[in-house]
């Protein structure tokens, strides 16, 4: 979800356009500007998620991982409660995700590891690490006036299965399958009749984001994800298109994102994910 233009847009206005003619120029852009923050939950009930989120210090990984991020304002990651709304969203420099949101998704969670490699952790670290890059895309493309063509969901989807990808072949697949997977859940069977109206929303169904997350993936790898294929997970026809679709993505964050990125800092993503994860990973094998 996306709200209003942020402060920044309107203070870059304000400055190239300010009355005397004189251009100030913005604040220089610099890795290492993400906060985080935890907000203690309204709801008593989720006070275990919050609980559990400062013991595994996951927004400090979330911060350390997104810190090659070149911005040129600080943007904070929250955890906040949210009267009983599943929901995350972006706004004023602030990406919110809703204890609603990671309960719900502690709740999709299967009981057991599901075949094909995929554990119970990783249909939790999965939706999860997707709705904070999805909600930092829409930071990303507000903040640095990233042009979007198409709709923006689906560009903050796409974002946030880039980011996936760039992970080793292992954690990249289970991360993919994970966030995939709670899409899956939500789709109400293999034949739906829903009112028309519920087509005009600004994301797509759950079902359309399953397939697209699973498109890019298979358009990044045949080989790590050809079994989506094999098992009719990802339709053939679709499949067909989807090297095309991922070299557009491909084409688009190597032009408008990486001039934004961190070499230095980005070159050891792969070392902190791996650091920062397996103990979440270990924890929630335990739950
Ligand atoms: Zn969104």
């Given at each position: 979800?996306?709200?209003k233009p942020s402060?920044?847009?309107?203070?870059?206005a304000a400055?190239?356009?300010?009355t005397?003619?004189?251009?100030i120029?913005?604040?220089?852009s610099?890795?290492?500007?993400?906060?985080?923050e935890y907000v203690a939950?309204?709801?008593?009930?989720?006070?275990p998620?919050?609980?559990?989120m400062?013991?595994?210090r996951?927004?400090?990984?979330?911060?350390?991982?997104l810190?090659?991020?070149?911005l040129?304002y600080?943007?904070?990651?929250?955890?906040?409660?949210c009267?009983?709304a599943?929901?995350a969203w972006?706004?004023?420099?602030?990406?919110?995700?809703?204890?609603?949101?990671?309960?719900?998704?502690?709740?999709?969670?299967p009981a057991h590891d599901?075949?094909?490699?995929?554990?119970r952790a990783?249909?939790?670290?999965?939706?999860v690490?997707a709705v904070?890059?999805?909600?930092t895309?829409?930071?990303v493309f507000?903040?640095l006036?990233?042009p979007v063509?198409?709709?923006?969901?689906?560009?903050a989807d796409?974002?946030?299965?880039?980011?996936?990808?760039?992970?080793?072949?292992?954690e990249?697949r289970r991360?993919?399958?994970?966030?995939?997977?709670?899409?899956a859940?939500?789709?109400?069977?293999?034949?739906?009749?829903?009112?028309?109206?519920?087509?005009a929303?600004?994301?797509?169904?759950?079902?359309?984001?399953t397939?697209n997350?699973?498109c890019?993936?298979?358009?990044?790898d045949?080989?790590?994800?050809?079994?989506l294929?094999e098992?009719?997970?990802?339709?053939?026809?679709?499949?067909?298109?989807?090297?095309?679709?991922?070299?557009?993505l491909d084409?688009?964050m190597t032009?408008?994102?990486?001039?934004?990125?961190d070499?230095?800092?980005?070159?050891?993503?792969?070392?902190?994910?791996a650091?920062t994860?397996?103990t979440?990973?270990?924890h929630?094998?335990?739950?």
């Amino acid at each position: 979800m996306w709200h209003k233009p942020s402060a920044i847009a309107a203070v870059l206005a304000a400055t190239i356009c300010s009355t005397t003619g004189t251009v100030i120029a913005a604040p220089k852009s610099k890795p290492n500007q993400i906060r985080y923050e935890y907000v203690a939950p309204k709801d008593p009930a989720h006070q275990p998620i919050l609980d559990q989120m400062k013991q595994g210090r996951a927004l400090e990984h979330l911060q350390e991982l997104l810190s090659p991020l070149r911005l040129s304002y600080p943007l904070t990651l929250k955890v906040a409660g949210c009267d009983g709304a599943v929901n995350a969203w972006y706004d004023d420099e602030v990406v919110t995700v809703c204890y609603e949101m990671l309960a719900e998704i502690l709740k999709s969670a299967p009981a057991h590891d599901l075949p094909g490699g995929l554990s119970r952790a990783d249909t939790v670290l999965g939706p999860v690490l997707a709705v904070f890059l999805h909600e930092t895309a829409h930071a990303v493309f507000n903040m640095l006036q990233i042009p979007v063509l198409g709709r923006e969901e689906d560009a903050a989807d796409q974002f946030a299965a880039y980011v996936m990808l760039r992970l080793s072949k292992d954690e990249a697949r289970r991360m993919i399958l994970g966030s995939a997977y709670h899409h899956a859940i939500q789709m109400p069977g293999p034949q739906v009749t829903v009112p028309i109206r519920s087509l005009a929303g600004e994301h797509s169904t759950p079902a359309q984001r399953t397939f697209n997350i699973l498109c890019i993936a298979y358009g990044a790898d045949k080989t790590l994800f050809a079994d989506l294929v094999e098992k009719d997970f990802l339709p053939k026809d679709r499949a067909e298109v989807c090297a095309r679709e991922y070299d557009d993505l491909d084409f688009a964050m190597t032009k408008l994102i990486s001039p934004h990125i961190d070499k230095r800092l980005a070159g050891k993503f792969h070392e902190v994910w791996a650091r920062t994860v397996s103990t979440r990973r270990a924890h929630l094998a335990r739950q």
